[in-house]
């Protein structure tokens, strides 16, 4: 993308730094602090797949922590581990309170477990603990932001936006890759945004039709 030959313009598929260069365009030079807090969710979001050292993902997917006797695996004379079948998780997109929030739950057996579990013969990772491994990823207050970009919003809100449901199903993706993921479930970005949009086109609807009834008695009364 050319930034300095196009103004004011968004290139096809943008990036999280194209678009907050977008942002600062159309805003002055400056990211409003609601708009940063969510872009900078994304970014860590995003850097824990390259970069993460202690992040849930890396810790899920450590061989070392994984059940490899209840897996079938083993550990050769280099060291290097052998597993040809992967632990399971479940995947959970959940709206909190706090925004956006990606959840992985292990399986014991066939059931999925969601407390700290170390050494069970059944569960295919040798440590869980749901404090620092359930938490995937959160993108801070994305429900209030996406509230406020349907009253307040611009075409800058919208591609973070957009960019957090893609950054989001990376992460999916990134997980099916190395573990075995059993399911996806939960509200997505998606369909929490068609949902808002809904509400708020019927809220105009109902608006619109009270303003006519309003008017239709006036008329009347000024007969």
């Known amino acids: 993308m050319s ?36 872009s900078q969710s994304l970014g860590e ?13 890396k810790k899920i997917i450590d061989k070392r922590n994984w059940n490899l006797q209840l897996l079938g695996g083993y550990i050769d004379d280099n060291q290097e581990i052998h597993c040809d079948n992967k632990p399971r998780i479940a995947l959970y997109q959940v709206f909190s309170e706090r925004g956006f929030e990606l959840h992985a739950i292990p399986y014991a057996k066939d ?15 040798n440590l869980w603990d749901p404090v620092s491994m359930r938490l995937l990823l959160r993108v801070n207050q994305l429900h209030k932001f996406i509230g406020y970009y349907f009253e307040h919003g611009d075409d800058a809100d919208f591609a973070l936006i957009l960019h ?3 950054t989001v199903h990376k992460v999916i993706q990134f997980m099916q890759q190395h573990v075995n993921v059993q399911k996806v479930e939960g509200v997505t970005i998606k369909a929490f945004f068609e949902a808002q949009e809904k509400r708020l086109g019927q809220a105009d609807a109902d608006a619109l039709q009270l303003q006519g009834l309003k008017s239709g008695i006036q008329g009347e009364l000024k007969k």
């Open 45 to 57: 979001s995003e850097g824990m797949l390259t970069h993460g050292f202690d992040t849930a993902v």
């Open 111 to 125: 059931q999925e477990i969601d407390q700290y579990v170390k050494g069970n013969r059944l569960m295919e990772f």
């Open 3 to 38: 930034q300095h030959g196009n103004r004011h313009k968004l290139p096809p598929n943008p990036t999280l730094k194209d678009i907050n260069w977008y942002k600062k365009q159309i805003n002055w030079g400056e990211l409003p602090p609601f708009y940063h807090m969510v």
């Open 164 to 166: 957090a449901h893609k």
